[in-house]
């Protein structure tokens, strides 16, 4: 399978409680973003990177959430102390240089308790 | 900061028949993309169609085309020929140049289309 991967595919948590999702873009992909997604809506933007840079962080991106792409391959979103209002589908997409197509994996649903 | 617009939270159309999905955007760039993806309820968004704003002639992928009306900011996408698989979300899809070698895609809210057999 060569698309975008992500894991894990559902996260229960306890409110409070640190979680960690993970993202495998397409390999020869150096671009990456974040996005969250709830229920009905469409995704919002959180963070974007182009190889390890992160260049973009939106301001809907508390202190709580951090994002990193150590080698510019896979990528982390941590959200830390999670609320009942991080409860969403946060997805992830990459795309190659130059304004590209962005492709998507299939998600990581969070849910906090 | 560029607004992507779908005034059609939901449409219904019968299999067989044609349905267009409206979409505005907002921006003071000549130069960007725009995409129509398609989220299935499995939930993985699917890349339908892709528009240059450079190009004049209107993308076409089987089914699927645009009418890109740029100087009205407008990106409606037609489906022919509905079948049932394309009951999903659409997302209309905003990508321009930010600065700094960064791009950003903006997504619009979507329109649920459900295809009545």
Known sequence: DTGVSQNPRHKITKRGQNVTFRCDPISEHNRLYWYRQTLGQGPEFLTYFQNEAQLEKSRLLSDRFSA?????????????????????????????????????????????? | AQTVTQSQPEMSVQEAETVTLSCTYDTSENNYYLFWYKQPPSRQMILVIRQEAYKQQNATENRFSVNFQKAAKSFSLKISDSQLGDTAMYFCAFLEYSGAGSYQLTFGKGTKLSVIP
Not at chain 1, 71 to 92: N, P, V
């Open chain 1, 68 to 113: 990193e792409r150590p080698k510019g391959s896979f990528s982390t979103l941590e959200i830390q102390r999670t609320e009942q209002g991080d409860s969403a589908m946060y997805l992830c997409a990459s795309s190659s240089t130059g304004p590209r197509t962005a492709f998507f994996g299939q998600g990581t649903r969070l849910t906090v308790v």
